[in-house]
């Protein structure tokens, strides 16, 4: 046995001593508050990035490029892992979290402006973000630095998230969709592991937002206007 999955299971048995009884409430069924859907990425904490330590409080998706859009064989539609909890478990609350330096936006917007050669199930969901971001390219200064070109991206990308879980049709008007991005890059000006709030329901105007949101104005943040 390794000493890292040694490592990991010690780690595991303090976990369970300290939440010994913090599942008492969900064991045999959740109501959580939000679903959040992240990037897969071992810099982007799920649960810690919010504070976070309560079993049942956030149902956690992840997938690389903090995709809602699932393909099938009928065409896109709200992925259902971030369906399941707005359908079944009566979650009001979904929440886009993109991150700054993000690989898949970087990825996309690498195969998009030179072509990569990536396997097959990489691939398959570089193929889902593409024609999402690519008519952002446009857009961009031509004279822009690549990772500022990723970093307004990503909030391109958050945009285009919140926007297919407004328009879909299985995602009920009352449910309240965010957009934000977690910065440890030092992007937004802030501290590293901010979490910066760039759309709410689908406005993106910072001003609009600060004057309807005064308690939370200074964690209202955008890189781009487009």
């Not at 999955?5 to 303090?14: E, P, Q, S, V």
């Not at 590293?192 to 609009?208: K, M």
């Amino acid at each position: 046995m390794s000493q890292l999955l040694r490592d990991l299971l010690a780690g595991n048995a303090d976990h369970a001593a300290e939440f010994r009884d913090r599942f008492d409430q969900v064991q045999n069924s959740q109501t959580p508050d939000a679903v959040t859907v992240c990037c897969s990425d071992s810099r982007v904490l799920q649960d810690h990035m919010w504070g976070n330590s309560e079993p049942g409080h956030l149902f956690t998706c992840s997938n690389i490029g903090n995709r809602v859009i699932q393909r099938t064989a009928s065409g896109e539609a709200v992925s259902g892992d971030v369906l399941y909890p707005i359908e079944h478990t009566m979650t009001e609350t979904a929440i886009v979290v993109g991150h700054t330096g993000c690989g898949a936006v970087t990825a996309t917007y690498d195969d998009l402006t030179d072509g990569l050669d990536e396997p097959a199930g990489i691939e398959h969901c570089l193929g889902v973000l593409k024609p999402h971001l690519e008519p952002a390219l446009a857009h961009l200064p031509e004279d822009i630095e690549r990772a500022a070109a990723v970093n307004r991206l990503v909030e391109y990308n958050v945009d285009r998230q919140v926007e297919f879980l407004r328009s879909s049709d299985d995602v009920p008007d009352a449910v309240d969709v965010f957009g934000v991005v977690y910065d440890f890059q030092d992007v937004y000006g802030g501290r590293r592991g901010e979490v910066h709030v760039i759309n709410v329901d689908g406005e993106t105007d910072v001003d609009a937002l600060r004057a309807a949101h005064p308690d939370i104005d200074s964690r209202i943040n955008r890189l781009w206007e487009y």
